[in-house]
């Protein structure tokens, strides 16, 4: 890894997430349960990395590891993302370091993710008027 940190170098832009998900890979989503539900990408497995979060403090979920461990191989390939990619850089060193040898973070986030989606429908819709 020389040259890149370790999460730069288990970190890929969303283009290549999407990539990733498309070839039928997991996409891991990170985030609290209740911002997982109002909005999330279609077939995201919500594991959240904190138990809570407060102005005051975020408190990471002590099982954390062990669910994902439940729901995905050691050797699985997939995407861990959170809302901006702050907390997805986290959780994919957590995982990392126990072990998931496939584990990407998404750079940028859903929020990127649902960027990409809106650029996409807008040039599918430019391309329909040509």
Not at 16 to 36: H, I, M, N, Q, T
Not at 43 to 53: R, W
Not at 56 to 71: D, G, I, R, T
Request: overall charge negative; charged content about 25%; some cysteine.
């Amino acid at each position: 890894m020389e040259g890149k940190s370790m999460i730069e170098s288990l970190t890929v832009d969303v283009i290549e997430a999407r990539k990733v998900v498309a070839s039928g890979r997991r996409y891991l989503d990170v985030r609290l349960p209740e911002v997982f539900e109002a909005g999330h990408v279609e077939g995201a497995i919500n594991i959240p990395f904190y138990s809570s979060v407060t102005p005051e403090e975020k408190v990471k979920n002590p099982q954390f590891v062990q669910q994902v461990s439940e729901l995905f191989g050691k050797d699985d390939e997939f995407i861990v993302a959170c809302n901006s990619g702050v907390r997805s850089k986290l959780a994919t060193l957590d995982l990392a370091n126990a072990g998931f040898k496939n584990v990407k973070n998404m750079a940028g986030g859903y929020l990127a993710w649902k960027k990409a989606e809106s650029e996409e429908a807008l040039v599918g819709s430019n391309e329909a008027v040509i």
